[in-house]
């Protein structure tokens, strides 16, 4: 799901991903939270080279603002009975 136009992240123009502090600022939080979110597993962030990087969109979803989409995260569904075929 994309983010809405007018949505609460101050976001920089031309950028795709922004590192921990920046994205800490974005969000008007201090970095520690960002870090200590990542490592309990409660945003996703991807590394870039030694960079911690966040997305838009993945901010946006760990700030409840867009909902994630399931399918994009796994690819499948598992089917009540086991049967798969």
């Given at each position: 799901?994309l983010a809405p ?63 994630a989409d399931s ?15």
């Amino acid at each position: 799901m994309l983010a809405p136009a007018n949505a609460s992240v101050d976001w920089p123009n031309g950028r795709l991903a922004l590192d921990e502090a920046e994205a800490a600022r974005a969000c008007g939080v201090g970095r520690h939270v960002l870090r200590d979110l990542r490592l309990a597993g409660k945003i996703k962030a991807r590394k870039l080279g030694k960079k911690v990087i966040y997305t838009r969109t993945d901010l946006l979803i760990a700030l409840g603002i867009v909902v994630a989409d399931s399918h994009a995260v796994d690819g499948s569904k598992k089917r009540k009975g086991g049967n798969d075929a």
